[in-house]
């Protein structure tokens, strides 16, 4: 009798007309036709002061329905949010239940309002709001079973340690679905890093006069010693992957420029050291100051 009552009610409710079916679904694909004058709001800026209605372009991290409601988590590189959908007198079941099948990674389009929490939230980076979301619309519906889970790929060896066997993500599943593994916090916060120390290289040297320059990569001839050196095939000769900018700062120190610098790739082919047998970030500076009191050139 029970089963048979909740089977008339389900039935019941699928055949009630959906309230809130303006205000969820999948969009279009989006061709830039027009300008909408939408603003959106970065997850980054959300703050307990944010408590009005924003617009959010994010990916779906998470989601989990308990009852009539769906909590969602979203998120915006390295920042995340949690989104709550709940049943009143403008969202529907249907759409609690359309938030609850999202598929994870997919970029919805999520409106609603910021609200304070009383406890923080800790599972992700802005802990003391929330968004109640009203309004919510798949952009793109990424595949329902991916290659790997962010959530795996971030697990430390500790982690998997205290929380015994759980899935593992190998190297080779890393770097054969690199686009899903740089989503990571972990690798997010490494080319952050990355690119901190470059800007900080860059405006340090700028700020002591140092010209930038950019210098070959693929040259005509090995400069360092044919034996350790990169040929690549170009056109219907043999190039070969420079090793380093050490020759253009020099041309360029002989040209007058006096102080030079340079941010690229640099490579290595050494069999004995497996380590630099590929490209590396290289920060290369040089310079020359002429001394007042003789013809000497000072390095």
């Given at each position: 009798?029970?089963?048979?009552?909740?089977i008339?009610?389900?039935?019941?409710?699928?055949?009630?007309?959906?309230?809130?079916?303006?205000?969820?679904?999948?969009?279009?694909?989006?061709?830039?036709?027009?300008?909408?004058?939408?603003?959106?709001?970065?997850?980054?800026?959300?703050?307990?002061?944010t408590?009005?209605?924003?617009?959010?372009?994010?990916?779906?991290?998470?989601?989990?329905?308990?009852?009539?409601?769906?909590?969602?988590?979203?998120?915006?590189?390295?920042?995340?949010?949690?989104?709550?959908?709940?049943?009143?007198?403008?969202?529907?079941?249907?759409?609690?239940?359309?938030?609850?099948?999202?598929?994870?990674?997919?970029?919805?389009?999520?409106?609603?309002?910021?609200?304070?929490?009383e406890?923080?939230?800790?599972?992700?980076?802005?802990?003391?709001?929330?968004i109640?979301?009203?309004?919510?619309?798949?952009?793109?519906?990424?595949?329902?079973?991916?290659?790997?889970?962010?959530?795996?790929?971030?697990?430390?060896?500790?982690?998997?340690?205290?929380?015994?066997?759980?899935a593992?993500?190998?190297?080779?599943?890393?770097?054969?679905n690199?686009?899903?593994?740089?989503?990571?916090?972990?690798?997010?916060?490494?080319?952050?890093l990355?690119?901190?120390?470059?800007?900080?290289?860059?405006e340090?040297?700028?700020?002591?006069?140092?010209?930038?320059?950019?210098?070959?990569?693929?040259?005509?001839?090995?400069?360092?010693?044919?034996?350790?050196?990169f040929t690549?095939?170009?056109?219907?000769?043999?190039?070969?992957l420079?090793?380093?900018p050490?020759?253009?700062?020099?041309?360029?120190?002989?040209a007058?420029?006096?102080r030079?610098?340079?941010?690229g790739?640099?490579?290595?082919?050494?069999?004995?050291?497996?380590?630099?047998?590929?490209?590396?970030?290289?920060?290369?500076?040089?310079?020359?100051?002429y001394?007042?009191?003789?013809?000497?050139?000072?390095?």
């Amino acid at each position: 009798a029970e089963t048979a009552a909740r089977i008339a009610e389900e039935n019941a409710s699928k055949k009630a007309e959906d309230i809130a079916k303006d205000r969820y679904g999948i969009l279009p694909v989006i061709q830039s036709s027009e300008k909408t004058g939408r603003t959106w709001t970065k997850i980054s800026e959300l703050t307990a002061a944010t408590e009005n209605d924003v617009l959010v372009r994010a990916r779906v991290h998470t989601t989990r329905a308990t009852g009539r409601q769906c909590f969602v988590v979203l998120r915006q590189q390295h920042y995340s949010i949690q989104g709550l959908v709940f049943v009143n007198d403008t969202i529907s079941k249907q759409m609690v239940k359309f938030a609850a099948g999202l598929n994870r990674e997919s970029i919805v389009d999520v409106g609603g309002v910021v609200k304070s929490v009383e406890e923080k939230i800790t599972s992700v980076s802005q802990q003391n709001v929330e968004i109640h979301i009203d309004r919510l619309f798949v952009v793109s519906n990424s595949l329902a079973r991916l290659p790997l889970q962010l959530d795996d790929a971030t697990k430390s060896k500790q982690d998997e340690a205290e929380e015994g066997p759980s899935a593992h993500v190998n190297q080779d599943v890393r770097l054969d679905n690199r686009i899903i593994d740089l989503r990571t916090v972990t690798n997010q916060a490494i080319f952050r890093l990355q690119a901190g120390v470059c800007r900080l290289f860059w405006e340090y040297l700028t700020s002591k006069d140092f010209v930038e320059i950019h210098t070959p990569k693929i040259i005509s001839a090995a400069s360092e010693g044919g034996a350790n050196v990169f040929t690549v095939s170009y056109f219907k000769g043999n190039a070969y992957l420079a090793q380093s900018p050490q020759l253009y700062k020099q041309m360029a120190l002989a040209a007058d420029f006096d102080r030079v610098f340079t941010v690229g790739a640099g490579t290595k082919r050494m069999p004995l050291v497996r380590r630099v047998q590929t490209f590396f970030p290289s920060f290369s500076c040089r310079g020359f100051q002429y001394s007042s009191s003789s013809d000497r050139v000072c390095g």
